[in-house]
């Protein structure tokens, strides 16, 4: 046999055993026996995890998968040979309409799994929201508003806040604005609304909702001061 003949006998070789070295190390290290699947009397919200093998598995982790990332997860430390243990789902971590979980162990084939519903979830986020409102404001000039909010969900959530006038001699009413409060974070928002009148309190009210819910309001009053440059045109005015 010649060099060349050798040296690609020996490469087929080295494939081959390095495909075999793989598939040994895959069936040793990664055993299957890790099941997922619904529970048959409630398919929609709850699931069992099932180890389907003759080895106890340790170190079992449950998760949730939203928008394809992990957003929650619970440990389970041991699953005995035939040992199943139910999860009953958490609306929290609903995406859209469906349940993405996955479950996986060490050394062990990981299995992912997708429950739908009958319909999106309508849960109420955990939120704390606090205003700083001012209590004195300059006719035409914009005053600020601040919100800070704590999102006290492991999932981002996102609201809409707004701000209306409680008349339309008031000012006009600023564009509705969306706010995205981050998971187990805070965050805050500025709305901004000039007062057209003065010489009285005006007052507004501020909502901070979802598009079924109204997580808050509240009611305030804002004593508006004149503003000195329109009386200041106004009086020249008519002395002219």
């Not at 995890?49 to 939203?66: C, G, R, W």
């Not at 409102?133 to 969900?153: E, F, Y």
Request: aromatic content about 8%; overall charge negative.
């Amino acid at each position: 046999m010649n060099d060349a003949r050798r040296q690609k006998v020996l490469k087929v070789m080295a494939v081959v055993l390095i495909a075999f070295g793989g598939s040994l190390l895959y069936f040793l290290f990664f055993n299957s026996g890790l099941t997922l699947s619904p529970d048959p009397t409630n398919q929609a919200g709850r699931v069992i995890v099932l180890n389907d093998s003759v080895h106890a598995i340790h170190n079992v982790t449950f998760s949730y998968l939203v928008q394809g990332k992990v957003a929650d997860s619970q440990a389970i430390d041991v699953l005995l040979p035939r040992e199943s243990k139910l999860i009953d789902l958490d609306p929290h971590f609903q995406d859209g309409s469906s349940f993405f979980v996955y479950v996986s162990a060490p050394y062990h084939l990981s299995r992912q799994l997708t429950i739908q519903t009958s319909s999106p979830v309508n849960t109420i986020p955990a939120l704390s929201i606090t205003f700083q409102v001012p209590d004195v404001a300059t006719q035409n000039t914009p005053i600020s508003i601040q919100l800070s909010g704590r999102n006290l969900d492991p999932i981002p959530r996102v609201v809409s806040v707004s701000f209306e006038w409680d008349s339309p001699s008031f000012g006009n009413n600023p564009p509705i604005q969306e706010w995205v409060l981050p998971a187990n974070g805070e965050s805050t928002l500025n709305v901004s609304a000039t007062p057209l009148s003065s010489g009285e309190d005006l007052s507004f009210k501020i909502k901070v909702f979802t598009p079924s819910n109204v997580l808050v309001e509240r009611d305030y009053i804002v004593t508006v001061l004149p503003d000195a440059n329109a009386t200041t045109m106004d009086t020249n005015a008519s002395d002219s």
